[in-house]
């Protein structure tokens, strides 16, 4: 008796009709079953190797978010890097986004990284470091340092800034875009004042000295010319006015970002000598002097000294009309200026692959002959002693010996204001330094309220 049976040969996926005596009938199902058992095999195998083969054919990739600060044309200095690192690394993929200023990177990367979703790496403040700890979403650098050139990469970096990104002895992050804040002043200016151009104010007193001198007001009694700026809005007030605490002798916050001190007399004294620019001396433009105007009000002859950040250097190196010098800070104990500027954080919760990847990124952006550039195009300034010594960086400051200022400064700069839930306590004491620069309350009564709500804030972190 003859049957036609259709055979399925999955391997292959195409069906065959044979005809077969009844006698193979047992032997025909026997094979189709072998057939059928290889096949889920192969099938079984492939889908076991799947995940293997696509991580094979993956590339790390590096989401890279950098805030925009500083005015210039950062993005344009920042993609150049990436394509350099791309084409020495074909293997990686870098994506930089560019994500507004610091406070709004910050933001960002913390509702990706809590909505499992984090950037790789990012540049955001030194000061943010207790915030990212707290919220438990960066990894130590210590966790991918495997070599000898690894640890004499983070030995290249100077103490002054490496400190702020050492916590409990682990490093949590790899120093960027640093900077001191300097005083620029119109040498021009000065010269029409009766001023020597080439001396700038050390002390307090001769700062406001040389402010009424260079103070110009038109015949309806306008102010033309202001003698000096600094910026008190939020986002730079704190910076700012840690360098005049640290003038006056005082600190701002403990160590350890538990604690703040704006009651005590110094830090307290700072604020008024600020009041006093203006209410008392007429030295500087009523109520809050803002940081993002404050670089083209002073190179359109608006506020002959200004105090900003080196990153600023390069920008007003570009577009000044007039001779223009930098200094370091005036004091009245003694001159002192404050650390600032942005350090590389590598983000935890990124798969282990790309932040391998970011670590040689990160590395890449924070060599030597990187740092010097940097520093050529923008002014912040370069982290690593030995930047210093390449041949660009040498040449760029026997053109512009100005840019050597900063490097001198760090020795009697102070930390930026830090604490836990740093977002926080710094809009706080902002908004006081606010309430006193625009006469709302005292110096006294705005930092008094301002500890009293830090206290509140940081109470849970003194364990």
Not at 282 to 291: A, D, L, N, R, T
Request: glycine share 8%; with cysteine.
């Amino acid at each position: 008796m003859i049957f036609t049976v259709t055979v399925t040969n999955n391997t292959l996926n195409r069906n065959k009709t044979v005809t077969r005596p009844i006698a193979k009938m047992e032997e025909t199902m026997s094979i189709t079953r072998r057939e059928f058992a290889g096949t889920a095999l192969f099938g079984a195998g492939m889908a076991a190797a799947a995940p293997s083969i696509l991580r094979a054919q993956s590339r790390p990739k590096v989401t890279f978010y950098y805030p925009i600060q500083v005015g210039g044309p950062l993005t344009q200095v920042i993609d150049g890097y990436i394509a350099k690192f791309k084409a020495e690394n074909p293997s990686i993929d870098v994506e930089a986004v560019y994500a507004g200023n610091y406070i709004d990177t910050t933001t960002k990367a913390l509702t990706a990284a809590k909505a499992g979703s984090p950037p790789t790496t990012a540049i955001l403040l030194a000061t943010d470091i207790y915030t990212l700890l707290d919220a438990e979403v960066i990894q130590p650098l210590d966790d991918f340092v495997k070599t000898d050139a690894d640890q004499a990469w983070i030995n290249g970096f100077m103490p002054a800034f490496l400190k702020s990104a050492q916590i409990k002895g682990k490093l949590w992050a790899a120093p960027f875009q640093r900077s001191t804040a300097v005083l620029y002043w119109n040498k021009k200016a000065f010269a029409e004042s009766g001023l020597d151009p080439e001396k700038f104010p050390t002390t307090w007193d001769e700062m406001v000295a040389y402010g009424k001198a260079v103070t110009r007001k038109d015949a309806s009694g306008r102010t033309t010319r202001w003698g000096v700026g600094i910026p008190g809005n939020v986002g730079s007030a704190q910076w700012l006015f840690g360098a005049l605490v640290a003038q006056n002798g005082g600190t701002l916050f403990k160590e350890d970002g538990t604690a703040t001190f704006l009651t005590d007399k110094k830090v307290v004294d700072a604020l008024q000598f600020w009041i006093d620019l203006s209410k008392v001396h007429g030295v500087h433009p009523p109520g809050i002097q803002e940081w993002g105007t404050t670089p083209q009000d002073f190179l359109e002859g608006r506020i002959a000294m200004i105090w900003t950040t080196t990153g600023n250097l390069t920008n007003i190196k570009k577009n000044a009309t007039f001779d223009f010098g930098v200094a370091p800070y005036p004091g009245k104990v003694a001159p002192a200026s404050v650390l600032g500027g942005g350090n590389f954080y590598v983000f935890a919760k990124a798969p282990q692959a790309d932040k391998e990847a970011a670590f040689k990124f990160i590395k890449f952006m924070t060599s030597d002959e990187l740092l010097a550039d940097w520093c050529i195009q923008t002014g912040y300034v370069a982290p690593r002693d030995g930047a210093w010594e390449t041949a660009a960086l040498k040449k760029y400051v026997a053109d512009m010996p100005a840019a050597t200022v900063a490097r001198r400064q760090i020795a009697s700069s102070v930390p930026e204001f830090s604490t836990y839930d740093n977002a926080r306590t710094t809009a706080v004491l902002n908004t006081g330094i606010g309430a006193a620069l625009t006469g709302q309350k005292t110096a006294e009564k705005a930092l008094a309220d301002a500890q009293a709500e830090i206290d509140r804030i940081l109470r849970p972190f003194r364990r």
